[in-house]
């Protein structure tokens, strides 16, 4: 039961142009995402967040799009850099406890084309 | 600035045996967790601890997992005796701090195999 769900497996873009990676879910008693990066042997880091009572948030080159209706959110990251190369996931949780475990995509291996 | 850490970063042990994986989480944090990530596979939550006690727990811990606050630092996640399908990626995490209080920092992950 795949509540979060990455859709592409991969996907190349070219240093300098815009990397959009997709997130659906499924559960509506999500209300927190979060994306992640994460290269081999190390643990996720980290990216940007968003809560379901806005449908954009911004920080530096990532910028996070939520459309609670079609329950899609998205990552942009613009201009794309070597170093974005990595794997990108997505993760939800409900609302309430603060002590709610994450749900995570399967991942997109995002690679940056020189 | 402040990071979860993990130890060991690798862990070799027979089936059967018993192994702890130790994690400090950030130490303003009040919500601890742990997280696998078997190869090839996707990251899943195990369990969540939370005042001194389990507060949520996936299918996948059952009764050969145990985690435990033993003092004010550390967080450990016991299993009692092995199998070869525990072999993966552990990770533990952390949230609760006062700037994102809901997001979950990441350590950088114990690999224990199983042999």
């Known amino acids: 039961d795949q509540q979060v769900k990455q859709n592409s497996p991969s996907l190349s873009v070219q240093e300098g142009r815009i990397s959009i990676l997709n997130c659906d879910y499924t559960n509506s008693m999500f209300d927190y995402f979060l994306w992640y990066k994460k290269y081999p042997a190390e643990g996720p880091t980290f990216l940007i967040s968003?809560?379901?009572?806005?449908d954009k948030n911004e920080d530096g080159r990532f910028t996070v799009f939520l459309n609670k209706s079609a329950k899609h959110l998205s990552l942009h990251i613009v201009p794309s850099q070597p170093g974005d190369s990595a794997v990108y996931f997505c993760a939800a949780k409900g609302s309430g406890r603060g002590a709610d475990g994450l749900t995570f995509g399967k991942g997109t291996h995002l690679i940056i084309q020189p | 600035e402040p990071e979860v850490t993990q130890t060991p970063s690798h862990q070799v042990t027979q089936m059967g045996q018993e192994v702890i994986l130790r994690c400090v989480p950030i130490?303003?944090?009040?919500?601890f967790y742990w997280y696998r990530q078997i190869l090839g596979q996707k990251v899943e939550f195990l369990v969540s601890?939370?005042?001194?006690?389990?507060?949520?727990k996936s299918e996948i811990f059952d009764d050969q997992f145990s985690v435990e606050r033993p003092d004010g630092s550390n967080f450990t996640l016991k299993i009692r005796s092995t199998k070869l399908e525990d072999s993966a990626m552990y990770f533990c995490?952390?949230?609760?701090?006062?700037?994102?209080?809901?997001?979950?920092?990441f350590g950088p992950g114990t690999r224990l195999t199983v042999l």
């Open positions: 601890f939370y005042n001194n006690e389990i507060s949520e």
């Open positions: 968003i809560s379901s009572i806005k």
């Open positions: 130490s303003n944090h009040l919500y």
């Open positions: 995490a952390s949230s609760g701090g006062d700037r994102y209080p809901d997001t979950q920092y």
